[in-house]
């Protein structure tokens, strides 16, 4: 095996070994076991199981982010924008399980970048942006559009959480109920909202 082929068969190991335990539950032992290699192979592609995770991470990173963005582009109505973040982020969670719960889990690594959160910040700055145009187009306060930015991002990420775990109903039937509801609340927004007065 090539340096490049044993570095690529450690990542699937630890990727998958990720998913399943978690950075914590999973050691440099078993990922070495794992891949039929010694302990210090993996060291030396990696530096530990840090710099493993770091580049699973970063791998992931990219291709979600890919997905999305490719989803977002030039979309021409705010309907649209709902429908194709929810059919991109289920897309993703159904043809990559395990990378999508790598991304999901909290981890020790990479904090401040690499890490879902930050992720779907920068995925709620892009829609962000649209959203500020049609609330302009609308009559609507574009100073508002961060705050809905992040309702809806928010709204689609937990919803795609819980649908990686129960994969029921199908994505095409649980991006219609997101639509369903992003839409509809979008489609009838107050000039200015407020709330009821409490008695």
Request: glycine share 10%; charged share 25%; hydrophobic share 45%.
């Amino acid at each position: 095996m090539t340096a490049r082929e044993r570095r690529e068969q450690l990542l699937t190991v630890g990727r998958a070994l990720f998913a399943e335990k978690g950075f914590e539950g999973a050691s440099v032992e078993e990922i070495a076991a794992r891949a039929d290699v010694s302990k210090p192979v993996v060291y030396e592609h990696f530096g530990g199981k840090e710099g493993m995770y770091a580049v699973i991470v970063d791998r992931e990173v990219e291709a979600l982010l890919g997905a999305l963005t490719g989803a977002l582009a030039q979309v021409a109505h705010p309907r649209q924008l709902v429908e194709r973040a929810a059919m991109a982020l289920l897309g993703y969670i159904e043809d990559s399980p395990d990378g999508f719960r790598i991304l999901a889990r909290d981890s020790p690594v990479a904090q401040s970048s690499g890490t879902f959160s930050s992720l779907l910040g920068d995925v709620s700055a892009q829609v962000e942006g649209l959203l500020a145009d049609q609330f302009r187009k609308r009559g609507l306060n574009p100073s508002v559009a961060p705050i809905y930015s992040q309702m809806l991002v928010g709204m689609v990420a937990l919803t795609g959480q819980h649908w990686a775990e129960e994969r029921e109903p199908s994505k095409e039937v649980v991006a219609s109920h997101l639509v369903n509801l992003a839409w509809n609340g979008l489609h009838g927004l107050e000039r200015r909202p407020g709330l009821p007065s409490e008695h």
